[in-house]
Every structure is written in structure tokens, then in C-alpha cells.
């Protein structure tokens, strides 16, 4: 089968696609034969060797996919085997890297699939969409009728989040840094929608609030933002760190007169049973068509340093995907 190798740490340029080895599955593994695999900002990070955890070279990148089950392996002894050859399904981690026309996957990392939804879509739901859950639900404890900042609302993670923030009963507000982004966003169900490189969004998301401030903000970029998020918290409002790629400088004083919290997450840290619970939320969201991940771009297998270069870069606008040939006249199916 062919997959994308890293042989070494470097540029994006270091990304090959090879012919490798098929993997088999084993005791409480599935096969997915892939047909849309998608790009996260961590994988930049883990390929270049910047990131804390460094995979042994070499190795395949991705924990995102969609496709169709290969082939079951046996069912370890404490587990229930819910796949069958032949089912949809996402993939939300796996043990072999997904961007490849096969990836080898833990039962527990599989998920299944619904038909109203394109293979695009399901390569969309693994971080993304459980990045937000994660976040909103889980880490910021969000509740119906408190109003939501989305930081950076147009990438993968935020239109999932302001999906899931308005199905939950938020006032959503989004921010976005191009006209066409912040149209996503309203797009996605935003009540307000703010341009973040304007000099007075501050002020104008307080006005939005009447003074009062915002309950939680889901912030992709807190190297940028930190510190002025927490000048617009209301009283006990959570800040919830996505993302970030650098020192900031805040000053403590905004925390201690709002009795306000910061709260950072990274996905990896959810409990299993927390896990679980919010991939069964997920799979019945895409099921009612509450959740409808945006494509912002498809490429093929072998475009994947374009598409490691293309996520990091400013204006985000939903999520970029690679197609894999194989089922390339199934991607919209």
C-alpha cells in the first residue's frame, strides 16, 4: 500500500509517499481502508520535532480518517466487537498513522460512520470536533443560556464549536480575521461575529454582552490573546487554552476580581470514559445532521506538505482534507 513516511524531523518536504508493508489486524484491532484523511496543526509539530512527544522514526502521521472497515481482528476477551467488514466509519486515533491507503486502529479508536455524512467529513470529526466537545463540555463546563467567545471560528476546531455551542442553547459569538471567514461563521449559527484584527473588537464584544462580559472563551491562538481575554470574562467566567505557540505575558489581577479560571486541555489527557462519552455525542450529532463539519479544501495523498503548509497558515477556513484515490469517487458518498 502506499503511505506518507517521515524518515526524518524537518520541513514538510520530509513527508514521502512510499510503498509500505499492509498492516493486519490483530486482538481488538480494525483495518480501515481509507478514503479521506484529515490535517491537524499538531502533526506540523510532530513531524517537524518540535512537539513533546516524538514519535521512532520512521513513521506515518495522522490520527484522522474516514473510510471503510478491511477487516476485524479477534475480540480481546473484555471487549465487545462493534465493526464488521464493509461498515463506515471515522477514525479518532490509530496505531499505523492514517495518512496512508490503510490504517491500522484500535477498536476503541473507531467510530461509526452515518451515511448522510461524506468520508470528507468523517476524516473531520476525530480532533477537531472532539477538540471542542473536549473543551466546551468537558474543560469549560458550559452551560445552556451562558454566551461563548469562539477565538479563531472559522478553522476545523471552531466551526465545530460554534456547531455545538448553539445546538447546546449558547449565544455563540465567533471571531475570524477575513470577511470570508467570519461569513462562515455566521454561517455555522454565530449570533455575533467579530473581526479579531480590528482595534476595537474588545469593545464592541462588551458591547454585544452590555458590559457584562463572557462566560466562556475557547481560545485557539493564547499566545496572541490571552491577555485581553481575560479582561472581557464575566464573573466566573473559564477561559479553556486550545491552542497556542508561544510565552504570553497576562496580568493575574483580571483573574482575581472575576474569580475567573483558565483552563488548558490537550485532547490526549481525556479519561477513557470521558472519551467515550463524547465520541457516542458526536456520532449522534453527525446522525441528526446537528454537526456538518465544513470542507474547506481536498487534496490528494501526495500533496501532504502542501497540506501542512496550507493549515499553519493564517485565515483558517474549515478543515483541509486529503482524498485518497481509492476512494476518490466515493468522497462524497
Known sequence: MKAIRVEKFGEPEVMKLLEVSLP???PGQVLVRMHAV?????????RAGTYARKPALPFTPG???????????????ETVTRFQSGDRVYTAGSLSGTYAEYALCNATQVHPLSANASFSQGAAMGTPYATAYRGLWQRAAAQPNETVLVHGAS???????????????????GTASTERGRA????????????????????EI???TAGRGLDVILEMAAHVNLGNDLTILAPRGRVVVIGNRGRVEIDARETMSRDADIRGMVLPN?????LAGLHAALVAGLENGAL???????????????????????????????VIEAGAGDRNK
Open 63 to 77: 490520527n484522522d480518517g474516514a473510510g471503510v472497515v478491511e477487516e476485524v481482528g479477534p475480540p480481546m476477551p
Open 270 to 274: 481525556t479519561p477513557a470514559a470521558e
Open 292 to 322: 456538518r463539519p465544513v470542507i474547506g479544501q481536498e487534496l490528494e495523498l501526495e500533496e501532504a506538505p502542501e497540506a501542512h503548509r496550507t493549515v499553519m497558515s493564517p485565515g483558517a477556513f474549515g478543515k483541509i482534507v486529503l
Open 24 to 26: 493486519k489486524a490483530g
Open 184 to 203: 462562515l461563521v455566521r454561517e455555522q449559527g454565530a449570533h455575533e461575529v467579530f473581526d479579531h484584527g480590528a482595534p476595537d473588537y474588545l469593545a
Open 155 to 173: 478553522g476545523g476546531v471552531g466551526t465545530a464549536a460554534v456547531q455545538l455551542a448553539r445546538a447546546g442553547g449558547m449565544r455563540v459569538f
Open 38 to 46: 484529515g490535517i491537524n496543526p499538531v502533526e506540523t509539530y510532530i
Open 206 to 208: 462588551m458591547k454585544a
